[in-house]
């Protein structure tokens, strides 16, 4: 079946640190892949996504890149903000439905 | 409406009382999702709807759970004689046309506690 696995949190940085979060995905087929986010208090919102092999997904700094070769989609950030702190999940969804996989979430502080 | 709207935010239940837990997509969109998710996991899929029609129900427990959306909009997730295991948040999220890669907007979600 379908599955997601992501890098294990608690994940903590200074403020303008590089950030990666690790992504690798089993599926059959061709999924779409996402990065959700959940702020404190907040409900999931979309991240970014990539629909096809090497497209790059990117939103408000952060940036991921659907690599087939090796099933992963890890998500990267230049320069982490105190604002970046929250709950990252990585998805996919395949057989032409929103039905998302979710790996198990990252939680991520960050420190001015 | 502006977002997805779950209600309630909270709720508490005792062992073996019947819970409905309803959400309000958002206006137009054609599919609905339901997703449970236990404290420190990722949500995980119970069910989904497109219009009125229950598309897929494998991800729903066992048969004390079932969920129906009788004029393709507004939803409820019906779950009776609750156990504690039972105790998570569960998220509603909807989409514009249940596509792979379209963008599901989700919920603040219900917190559900059996006790």
């Known amino acids: 079946g379908n599955s997601v696995t992501q890098m294990e949190g608690p994940v903590t940085l200074s403020e303008e640190a590089f950030l990666t979060i690790n992504c690798t995905y089993t599926?059959?087929?061709?999924?779409?892949l996402f990065w959700y986010v959940q702020y404190p208090g907040e409900g999931l919102q979309l991240l970014l996504k990539?629909?096809?092999?090497?497209d790059k997904g990117s939103n408000k700094g952060f940036e991921a890149t659907y690599r087939k070769e090796t099933t992963s989609f890890h998500l990267e950030k230049g320069s982490v903000q105190v604002s970046d702190s929250a709950v990252y999940f990585c998805?996919?969804?395949?057989?032409?439905?929103?039905?998302?996989?979710f790996g198990q979430g990252t939680r991520l502080t960050i420190n001015p | 409406g502006a977002g997805v709207s779950q209600s309630p935010r909270y709720k508490v239940t005792k062992r073996g009382q019947d819970v409905a837990l309803r959400c309000d997509p958002i206006?137009?969109?054609?599919?609905l999702y339901w997703y449970r998710q236990a404290l420190g996991q990722g949500p995980e899929f119970l069910t989904y709807?497109?219009?009125?029609?229950?598309?897929?129900k494998s991800g729903l427990p066992n048969d004390r759970f079932s969920a129906e959306r009788p004029e393709g909009s507004i939803s409820t997730l019906t779950i009776q004689r609750t156990e504690q295991r039972d105790s998570a948040m569960y998220r509603c999220?909807?989409?514009?046309?249940?596509?792979?890669?379209?963008?599901?907007?989700f919920g603040q979600g219900t917190r559900l506690t059996v006790v």
């Open positions: 999220a909807s989409s514009l046309y249940g596509e792979d890669d379209t963008e599901a907007f």
């Open positions: 990539a629909t096809k092999a090497d």
């Open positions: 709807f497109n219009y009125e029609a229950q598309q897929d």
């Open positions: 998805a996919l969804s395949a057989q032409g439905a929103q039905k998302l996989v």
């Open positions: 599926a059959t087929g061709y999924p779409s």
């Open positions: 206006s137009g969109h054609v599919s």
